[in-house]
């Protein structure tokens, strides 16, 4: 069993794990726990952080893309734009949780 990666490919796209896990768990998460918040106007502070860490991870994504474009890997720019692209449509909806805060 391998656990670190052995050339510069398999490291590149072991770099971008924990953005992708915390996109995914992040949305999972907020959305399992919307059912305990309070009916009128209970949003939690912490909510902010969430959606600032989805522009973290957006920020990663896309120059991670621009970088991947410019070195000729055409497969690992394009999986990068897809979780930008998903990391926006998340981030957009959970907006809306920032306007009741």
């Known amino acids: ?3 670190f990666p052995r050339s510069r490919d398999e490291c590149g796209k072991v770099i971008y794990l924990p953005f992708r896990a ?3 768990l992040a949305f999972v998460s907020v959305e399992l726990l919307r059912a ?3 009916q009128h106007g209970g949003v939690p502070d912490s909510i902010i952080l969430v959606v600032l860490g989805y522009m973290g991870c957006f ?3 896309i120059l991670g893309a621009v970088v991947q474009l ?3 890997r055409g497969a690992q ?3 990068n734009f897809f979780f930008a692209f998903i990391t926006f449509l998340i981030w957009c ?3 809306h949780y920032l306007a009741s805060t």
């Open 77 to 79: 720019a394009a999986t």
């Open 59 to 61: 920020v990663v994504f």
């Open 1 to 3: 069993m391998q656990f």
């Open 36 to 38: 305990f918040w309070p």
């Open 93 to 95: 909806h959970s907006l």
């Open 70 to 72: 410019a070195t000729h």
């Open 22 to 24: 915390y996109v995914l």
